[in-house]
């Protein structure tokens, strides 16, 4: 039952394009976050109205270390959610105040998610927010890969790289299924790159450009 239950979870995924897996999920909108030339942090600011939600997405390598700082309405918060992940997050603002700092395990696209507590979300309540956002050092593990790129998607969870390859620029546009292994079509219409995935038992197992398919322009 549960590589059944795995199959079909990456294909919902695949369906949607890359987007998270599960309703609530899929709702939720993101925005990437990109470093100027040569820089290592940035700042992003915005406003959380009511029940609303946001995912600031940032690419970062293993060994990397992360640090996210908040200021501005007492009720805002944030969560740190790592690759591969919808709901279980490595910080939870709420109860572990505005600022996170961590040496990250895994390579991949972390999202920030910005909220507000229920009492203040049922109110309506407007929340402006700003986020510093820095991604320092190389620890053991390799930089994060850059926009267009397939570096380091062969290996990961299946779900993590869908998010992974969304996150660099990339748009699901086939995919199909022989005996055990699946399959991902991916045009990043930047750098005009068709690539497909291999996958199977949650893990991609090859990731490489195949230059041409009907559905890649």
Same mark, same amino acid.
């Given at each position: 039952?549960?590589?059944?239950?795995?199959?079909?979870?990456?294909?919902?995924?695949?369906?949607?394009?890359?987007?998270?897996?599960?309703?609530?999920?899929?709702?939720?909108?993101?925005?990437?976050?990109?470093?100027?030339?040569?820089?290592?942090?940035?700042?992003?600011?915005?406003?959380?109205?009511?029940? *609303?939600?946001?995912?600031? %997405?940032?690419?970062? !390598?293993? /060994?990397?270390?992360?640090?996210?700082?908040? @200021?501005?309405?007492? +009720?805002?918060?944030?969560?740190?959610?790592?690759?591969?992940?919808?709901?279980?997050?490595?910080?939870?603002?709420?109860?572990?105040?505005?600022?996170?700092?961590?040496?990250?395990?895994?390579?991949?696209?972390?999202?920030?998610?910005?909220?507000?507590?229920?009492?203040?979300?049922?109110?309506?309540?407007?929340?402006?927010? *700003?986020?510093?956002?820095? %991604?320092?050092?190389? !620890?053991? /593990?390799?930089?994060?890969?850059?926009?267009? @790129?397939?570096?380091? +998607?062969?290996?990961?969870?299946?779900?993590?790289?869908?998010?992974?390859?969304?996150?660099?620029?990339?748009?699901?546009?086939?995919?199909?299924?022989?005996?055990?292994?699946?399959?991902?079509?991916?045009?990043?219409?930047?750098?005009?790159?068709?690539?497909?995935?291999?996958?199977?038992?949650?893990?991609?197992?090859?990731? *490489?450009?195949?230059?041409?398919?009907?559905?890649?322009?």
């Amino acid at each position: 039952m549960p590589d059944v239950a795995n199959k079909l979870l990456f294909a919902a995924a695949l369906a949607i394009a890359g987007s998270l897996a599960g309703t609530a999920s899929a709702q939720i909108p993101s925005i990437n976050v990109n470093f100027a030339r040569g820089a290592t942090s940035t700042t992003v600011a915005g406003a959380i109205v009511g029940d *609303r939600t946001r995912d600031y %997405v940032v690419r970062a !390598g293993a /060994g990397q270390t992360l640090r996210v700082t908040k @200021s501005g309405a007492a +009720i805002v918060y944030f969560n740190v959610l790592p690759p591969g992940s919808n709901d279980e997050a490595i910080f939870v603002g709420s109860t572990e105040g505005d600022s996170f700092a961590g040496t990250l395990s895994q390579s991949g696209a972390y999202k920030i998610r910005v909220y507000q507590m229920r009492a203040s979300a049922r109110r309506g309540e407007t929340g402006n927010f *700003r986020l510093n956002i820095a %991604v320092t050092g190389g !620890g053991g /593990g390799r930089a994060a890969a850059p926009s267009g @790129s397939l570096r380091g +998607i062969a290996g990961m969870n299946s779900i993590a790289a869908i998010d992974e390859m969304s996150s660099r620029g990339f748009t699901n546009v086939d995919s199909l299924e022989s005996g055990s292994s699946q399959y991902g079509i991916f045009y990043n219409r930047s750098t005009h790159l068709c690539a497909q995935l291999t996958m199977a038992d949650g893990k991609v197992l090859d990731a *490489r450009d195949i230059h041409t398919h009907p559905k890649c322009r």
